[in-house]
């Protein structure tokens, strides 16, 4: 068992900067595009046979030293009870957005291993074939909110927070009700063999600093602190544009800090202390050529050399353009110039 992701989110010293890629499962694969042709994304997402391949597609082919579980952030969606649809090139539809009370009345709280037993399942089988950690995840509060209020993705999130600033009752009771479904989903994802958990927060960096703190923040500091009593798998937080965040964010009571590429790490480092971090290669960086891609990655990794662990990532998630060779090129960058 390779132990390196673990290590390194604890804060102990490894040999080498452990990997992974968001999204390393996905359409920049042909192997993966291969599976995706016989299923729908969401067929893909309920068949743990399916799930399990492409989620061990990425390690195999170019040995990151942990696997994320391919499922989707809007999966305990569909438990609470709302119809999610996805469009060819659009991402996610929910055909009947939340927008008011009667809407929030509508949502229930699904035990998470009756309604979603396919993702427990996945994990199961996934520790039997893995010799990397496994890492499951949830979307945070305020990100899976996004979707159900706009009904879909968005560009300047009206609809959001509108409700957040016109009725914050509404607002705040979809947000107590996301955030129990999230957290029971994650507790049950440990019990079933999950080594490590992310929080996807994409939208945070839309937030005001002091929205974020009234509006975003408390949901995920409660699915920490619920965790932390039962269970002490290393907890990873991701806020996506979120270095002007980073002092609210440390204060979540995550082990490991995401960071995307628009802050230096060596900054991050300066302000996060008590943290490891994951990050923070521009996800378009893969474009590189191989000389200046290598060289990107060797002053990440040198300045994150303080920090109390360094996890090497994107600052998003892949895209689906990305040649597979250039992914094997920085894997082998960051292994070999990390070493020590
Ligand atoms: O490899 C992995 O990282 C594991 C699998 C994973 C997927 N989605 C698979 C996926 C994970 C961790 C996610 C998280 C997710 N999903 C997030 C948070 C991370 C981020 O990118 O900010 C969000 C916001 C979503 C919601 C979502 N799912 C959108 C907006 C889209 C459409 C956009 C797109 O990239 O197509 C998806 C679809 C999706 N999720 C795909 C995959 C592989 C593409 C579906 C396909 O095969 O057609």
Known sequence: MNDTF???CRGEK????????MRQAGRYLPEYQKVRGTVTFLELCKRPD???EVTLQPIDIFGMDAAILFSDILIPMEAMNLKLEFHEGRGPVFPNPVRDQKGVDNLIVPDPDATMDFVMETIRLLRKELKVPLIGFSGAPFTLATYLIEGGSSKVFLETKKMMYQQPEVYHGLMR???ECTSLYLQAQARAGAQALQIFDSWAGVLAPCDYEEFA?????????DLRKVTDVPLIYFANNGSTLIEHTVTVGADVLGLDWRIKIQDAVAKVGNHALQGN??????FLPKDKMRKRIGAIVEGAKDAKGHIFNLGHGIVPQVPPEQVRIAVDAIHELSAR
């Open 217 to 225: 923040m408390p949901y995920v500091s409660s699915i920490i602190s």
């Open 177 to 179: 009700k996301i955030t």
């Open 281 to 286: 290669l521009d996800p378009i960086a893969l």
């Open 14 to 21: 490894t040999d080498y900067t452990p990997v992974w890629f």
């Open 50 to 52: 399916l799930a399990v």
């Open 6 to 8: 673990l290590k390194a």
